[in-house]
């Protein structure tokens, strides 16, 4: 029997029913949870029922319980860690998504979902400015785009050494030296860990978090063999960006790889106003993003670019027999991603890319980047406060004083309800952290932000 209509419809009109509930408690819900996940888990815990429950009902029991423990994430007066919203477009695709329930791994047998990311894939080279012929793979996230691009420079870097990675493995290999800056974000070390590259080598940064390029010459003339040089495009305290194009100049002299994390900061490339902080970032070879940041688009959403695609194919790619492969052509999803089965989630993007188009991604950007500079003008306006930070992009640091002062302030602001603001460490002082990255923050929202964090500040 083929499902019918009649045995979804109840619980998808229930589903939407509560999406729009809980749309519309955004403006004035608080932003954080009323409940925690100890309280929730009695909620949702007990012994699993013995029989069935209504689909609808299930649906509503789900809306009804988790109410107090969602934290209003896209919420315009979100700010926490680096956390996009979705926008409209982008949430429906994803419902789409999941009614069409196409494993999106080879073209010829899911052609529409292909086709769209294939199409998703092309925009999203374009406006980031890189390099046409170069392969994108849709990933769950910036952390599993930096696993994939890392394993492409493993491959190549391996190759090209003489080495025979699949046949033999990493054990006897030559050894990858690895360099990055000090303030890389923590998952590009679970991503070296991933590939059994190790920890890094640290090269130090400035002050605002940016690779020192002569401490990087120093560090590139101090070794020899395949290496791989991790850069950041967007330091999650200060947006920074490295200098990728004197980098990779650099690096190319080293014959090194040359990766950019770029998971919420690639997209500067959007807009003609921040293109500049990415000078020379298409002379890498691979780079990883995140859509369900700075896009907008719902979790879980990662991009990975290859310039190299063999290296990438060579590294992910499926060969087994019942997968029937067409004989030329293009790549299948599957060739450029850790998984075999998977979500089309390039789908998303191309819907968010479709709905905002050239100028609309240009305004996003434009849009986030003021926001954050009215936020620290406003905050850095209250008494004792300090900002940290040149905002160049969409992060802010602040603090207001001495450590103990900074964590008081953002434990009343989080108490306060109206916004949310990380606590965080950087550069070895305690901050309050601003990241700007929904679509739907307004005026009105930075305003009450600011006056929020007035509020927590105030003695
Ligand atoms: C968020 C972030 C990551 C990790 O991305 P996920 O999507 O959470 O896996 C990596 N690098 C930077 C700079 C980030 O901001």
């Keep these: 029997?083929?499902?019918?209509?009649?045995?979804?419809?109840?619980?998808?009109?229930?589903?939407?029913?509560?999406?729009?509930?809980?749309?519309?408690?955004?403006?004035?819900?608080?932003?954080?949870?009323?409940?925690?996940?100890?309280?929730?888990?009695?909620?949702?815990?007990?012994?699993?029922?013995?029989?069935p429950?209504?689909?609808?009902?299930?649906?509503?029991?789900?809306?009804?319980?988790?109410?107090?423990?969602?934290?209003?994430?896209?919420s315009g007066r979100f700010f926490g860690w680096v956390i996009g919203g979705t926008l409209p477009a982008a949430l429906a695709a994803d419902w789409l998504v999941s009614a069409w329930d196409q494993n999106a791994t080879l073209r010829y047998a899911t052609p529409a979902v292909a086709a769209i990311e294939e199409a998703a894939a092309r925009w999203v080279l374009d406006l980031l400015g890189l390099p046409g012929h170069a392969d994108v793979g849709f990933v769950t996230g910036a952390t599993m785009a930096n696993f994939t691009g890392l394993a492409a420079g493993r491959q190549h870097v391996l190759a090209e050494a003489g080495w025979d990675l699949d046949t033999l493995g990493l054990t006897g290999a030559p050894r990858v030296r690895v360099i990055a800056g000090a303030e890389r974000h923590a998952t590009l070390d679970q991503a070296l860990r991933y590939l059994g590259l190790g920890a890094p080598t640290l090269v130090p940064a400035d002050g605002e978090?940016?690779?020192?390029?002569?401490?990087?010459?120093?560090?590139?003339?101090?070794?020899?063999?395949?290496?791989?040089?991790?850069?950041?495009?967007?330091?999650?305290?200060?947006?920074?960006?490295?200098?990728?194009?004197?980098?990779?100049?650099?690096?190319?002299?080293?014959?090194?790889?040359?990766?950019?994390?770029?998971?919420?900061?690639?997209?500067?490339?959007?807009?003609?106003a921040t293109r500049h902080l990415l000078s020379g970032h298409e002379l890498a070879d691979s780079w990883a993003t995140d859509a369900h940041k700075t896009l907008n688009v719902p979790y879980d959403c990662g991009i990975v670019v290859v310039a190299r695609p063999a290296a990438l194919r060579a590294a992910m790619g499926t060969q087994a027999?019942?997968?029937?492969?067409?004989?030329?052509?293009?790549?299948?999803?599957?060739?450029?991603?850790?998984?075999?089965?998977?979500?089309?989630r390039s789908v998303p993007v191309w819907a968010a890319l479709r709905s905002l188009g050239r100028t609309g991604v240009a305004d996003l950007v434009d849009?986030?980047?003021?926001?954050?500079?009215?936020?620290?003008?406003?905050?850095?306006?209250?008494?004792?406060?300090?900002?940290?930070?040149?905002?160049?992009?969409?992060?802010?640091?602040?603090?207001?004083?001495?450590?103990?002062?900074?964590?008081?302030?953002?434990?009343?602001?989080?108490?306060?309800?109206?916004?949310?603001?990380?606590?965080?460490?950087?550069?070895?002082?305690?901050?309050?952290?601003?990241?700007?990255?929904?679509?739907?923050?307004?005026?009105?929202?930075?305003?009450?932000?600011?006056?929020?964090?007035?509020?927590?500040?105030a003695r």
């Design 321 to 344: 027999s019942y997968l029937v492969r067409a004989e030329a052509g293009p790549a299948d999803p599957q060739d450029k991603v850790p998984e075999l089965s998977r979500r089309a």
């Design 53 to 74: 429950t209504d689909a609808a009902e299930v649906v509503d029991e789900l809306a009804r319980r988790a109410e107090p423990g969602l934290m209003a994430m896209p």
């Design 367 to 457: 849009r986030l980047t003021r926001h954050a500079r009215a936020l620290a003008d406003g905050i850095g306006a209250i008494e004792g406060a300090t900002i940290r930070n040149d905002v160049v992009f969409t992060q802010v640091c602040a603090t207001f004083g001495d450590d103990a002062r900074t964590r008081e302030v953002t434990a009343r602001l989080l108490a306060d309800g109206t916004a949310w603001m990380s606590g965080s460490r950087w550069q070895d002082r305690d901050v309050l952290r601003v990241s700007v990255s929904n679509w739907s923050t307004d005026d009105a929202d930075v305003a009450a932000s600011i006056e929020a964090v007035r509020r927590a500040a």
């Design 1 to 51: 029997m083929t499902a019918r209509p009649e045995d979804y419809a109840p619980a998808l009109d229930h589903a939407v029913a509560h999406t729009l509930a809980w749309l519309s408690s955004l403006p004035d819900r608080p932003v954080r949870p009323r409940a925690d996940a100890d309280e929730l888990a009695a909620a949702f815990g007990g012994p699993l029922p013995d029989g």
């Design 209 to 272: 978090g940016r690779i020192r390029l002569d401490a990087l010459a120093d560090e590139l003339a101090r070794g020899a063999g395949p290496a791989i040089l991790c850069l950041q495009a967007g330091n999650i305290h200060s947006g920074a960006y490295d200098d990728i194009g004197a980098a990779c100049a650099l690096a190319r002299q080293h014959g090194a790889w040359v990766h950019v994390d770029g998971a919420f900061g690639l997209w500067a490339a959007a807009s003609p």
